[in-house]
């Protein structure tokens, strides 16, 4: 299983972005999927996390200004993202919970980082 992060860049404080991933390979179900980051010298943090029903939870400062979404169909999940701060400046990741077979148990998988740099 394979998950590719796309759509990070720099954008300027207020602004907008959009956050994808993609999920590949050997796949009979996804649980839970999430978006972590990882600021400099900072810990990776979870920032949003959403389950295969579409519960959503949120880290308390990106409440409001980020929506996480999934297309069950394919197997994919979004970050939007606005009203942008420069403490929201970091590597984010995508990670899921897959089970690759009836039969096997679920595992966690990360995808590469996207860098998101807020700044003027």
């Known amino acids: 299983v394979q998950l590719q992060a796309f759509g990070g860049g720099l954008v300027q404080p207020g602004g907008c972005l959009r956050l994808?991933?993609?999920?590949?390979?050997?796949?009979?179900?996804?649980?839970?999927m999430k978006w972590y980051r990882q600021a400099p010298a900072k810990q990776r943090e979870l920032v949003a996390s959403i389950t295969a029903g579409g519960s959503t939870n949120y880290l308390g400062s990106v409440k409001g200004r980020f929506t996480i979404s999934r297309d069950n169909a394919k197997n994919t999940v979004t970050l939007r993202m606005s009203s942008l701060k420069p403490e929201d400046t970091a590597v984010y990741y995508c990670?899921?919970?897959?089970?690759?077979?009836?039969?096997?148990?679920?595992?966690?998988?990360w995808g590469q980082g996207t860098l998101v740099t807020v700044s003027s």
């Open positions: 990670y899921a919970i897959v089970r690759r077979s009836r039969i096997s148990d679920p595992q966690g998988y």
């Open positions: 994808s991933c993609a999920t590949s390979g050997t796949i009979f179900s996804i649980y839970d």
